[in-house]
């Protein structure tokens, strides 16, 4: 399918675990992001990426880690959840200027 | 870090009224974007606008940026139900931020 795609929709997980959400997009667009967004608190940055293999820190980026091995791909990764990292995660991408595309979201809850 | 300011934060009004919803900012935008978002859903995206004064209309939505490219508006003529959601403006110079947006309720 065309677009942009995360997976899983919907994931429960305990705290201390890892945990992998993935992110795809079809268009070649050189700029992806992940964004959590938290009632009070809006759409808040964790990383992005300007390219394959290139990527930099957010306004949020403590306790994620991300890569970029693939133009398509930008998974992020909880290396031990914890309960504040319970949010809605959205990745995005964009050729560059213009606005950005927005996948569907990951809700993730932390036990 | 530029921050940008949207209000009022809700907003409930009737079918068929018109209303306008803002984003400021104390510094200068390259450019701002607005978008919609419904319940359980993304963004989407709705313009970008990138010139001081310029004026873009999307149906019964009509999108000003000010002449000083510091503050944007948001207006909706005829508002229907469909219009619900989380309007969300984004901006910035080097770099993008995110409003914390106007939740719009249409009620039949």
């Known amino acids: 399918d065309a677009g942009i795609t995360q997976s899983p929709r919907y994931k429960i997980t305990e705290t201390g675990r890892q945990v992998t959400l993935m992110c795809h997009q079809t268009?070649?667009?050189?700029?992806m992001f992940w964004y959590r967004q938290d009632l009070g608190h809006g759409l808040r940055l964790i990383y992005y990426?300007?390219?394959?293999?290139?990527?930099d820190k957010g306004e949020v980026p403590d306790g994620y880690v991300v890569s970029r091995s693939k133009t398509e791909n930008f998974p992020l990764t909880l290396e031990s959840a914890t309960r504040s990292q319970t949010s809605v995660y959205f990745c995005?991408?964009?050729?560059?200027?213009?606005?950005?595309?927005f996948g569907p979201g990951t809700r993730l809850t932390v036990l | 870090t530029q921050l940008l300011e949207q209000s009022p934060q809700f907003l409930s009004i009737q079918e068929g009224e018109n209303l306008t919803v803002y984003c400021n900012s104390s510094?200068?935008?390259?450019?701002l974007q607005w978008y919609r978002q419904e319940p359980g859903e993304g963004p989407v995206l709705l313009v970008t606008?990138?010139?001081?004064?310029e004026v873009k209309k999307l149906k019964r939505l009509t999108f000003q940026f000010g002449d000083a490219r510091k503050d944007s508006s948001l207006h909706i003529t005829a508002a229907q139900p469909g219009d619900t959601g989380l309007y969300l403006c984004?901006?910035?110079?080097?770099?993008?931020?995110f409003g914390k947006g106007t939740k719009l309720t249409v009620n039949p």
């Open positions: 984004e901006g910035g110079s080097e770099k993008l931020v």
């Open positions: 268009w070649s667009h050189s700029y």
């Open positions: 606008v990138v010139t001081g004064g």
């Open positions: 995005a991408s964009t050729r560059g200027g213009g606005g950005q595309f």
């Open positions: 510094s200068v935008f390259s450019s």
């Open positions: 990426s300007a390219a394959a293999d290139i990527t």
